[in-house]
């Protein structure tokens, strides 16, 4: 008998309903940003449905300008905050009230860089904006939208992150190590304040830069060629509780899609 992700396909098929790509609606939070754009463009491009909010219209219809033509239909853009209490509940009353049922979320939220100089040279306001941008909006857009999708195997939750929360990129760079080891710090508590979780819960830990083709430096992730990868994972919804680190390009394959850790 054939098995698909260590369960009898029998049993899957009788368990739960097949559901194509199209069936599936995935809400990017931060898709209209450097990674995220990546991961949209990719996600429609294998026949997705998805949802982005963005505070700013003018991201929103920078990134419909972005993905492929022939996908534009199947991308929903909301303008929105995710990163209030008041500003995400209203997001999700709008985006279940315009494409229904939420499949998967991937969470990409935060900043590209932070180097503003030594802690001691930095003010309270400062981190504050550093923590609200990494760890307060991802907190509040995982209470929000999590329960959308929590309680469904056939459902995901993908958090990508930066490996600059482990140790300090470089001098002057420390807050954004803070940041991102707050928000590493958060996935973790995700993973063991709820192991048997039915929604598929993951983590893509980037090591590296991510940046579009035009802005590629040696050793950078594409964020299109990130985008796939992050694709592929939500497509297979087969792992969960599981961080994948991704070092550089070749681990996109080796350990997103190959699975070997
Ligand atoms: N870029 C890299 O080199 C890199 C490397 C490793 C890991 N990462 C990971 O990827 C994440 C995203 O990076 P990126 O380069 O895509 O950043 P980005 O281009 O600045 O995009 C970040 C997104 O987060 C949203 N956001 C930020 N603060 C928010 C807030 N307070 N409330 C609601 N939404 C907020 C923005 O939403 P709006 O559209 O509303 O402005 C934006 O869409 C990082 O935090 C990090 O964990 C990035």
Redesign the pocket.
Known sequence: MDSFCGVQISTVLWTYPVMSNADRVVLA?????????GVVKALLDKGFRVA?????NS??EKLKGFVSPSTRDNLTTLV?????EE?AEAAKQDLVKTVGKVTDVVS??????WQGGPPHTQTLKELHWVI???L???F??WKVFFPLVRDDPNCTYT??????GEKLLMPGTGFLTV??AS?LAFCQVLREEYPEVPCKLNQV???????PPERMAPG??N?LDLGEAVATLVERKCTTHTVFPVNCPADLKTVVLEGNL
């Open positions: 939070l931060g898709g209209a940003g450097t990674v995220g754009s982005v909010i963005s505070r700013d991201r929103l929105g905050n995710v990163g209030s500003g990409s939220l935060g900043f590209s860089w609200e941008t990494l307060f909006s991802t509040v857009s958090f990508i992150t930066g490996g600059a940041g991102a928000t830990k980037i090591n590296t830069g991510v940046a950078y992730l964020h």
